[in-house]
């Protein structure tokens, strides 16, 4: 485990030490499980701006190649061109 250092408000220490006595566990015990709780309870909503472009369509991965055709990034448009090697840069 790591050491790690809080700062609570001075009421949520009083209700912390009340709830250490009343439990007789360590301090450090009871804000883990807390910690523990905290990220474990519902699953978040994902990073901000997931599913903020829904296309109300289900089948969007398994027709991605025809949809980016329809918009005309996909197929021959977007096949990329020959480049021609680089020259390497003579040295000094």
Sequence with gaps: MKRTTIYLEPDLEVRLK????RRKQPMAEIVREAVQAYLTREPTDGPPGAGA???GRSDTASRAEALLEE???????????????????PRP
Excluded: Q, Y
Aim: no cysteine; hydrophobic share 30%.
């Design 18 to 21: 009340m709830e250490v006595l």
């Design 53 to 55: 472009f829904r296309s």
């Design 71 to 89: 918009t005309g990034f996909g197929g021959a448009s977007t096949r990329r061109a020959k480049r021609t090697p680089r020259r390497a840069k």
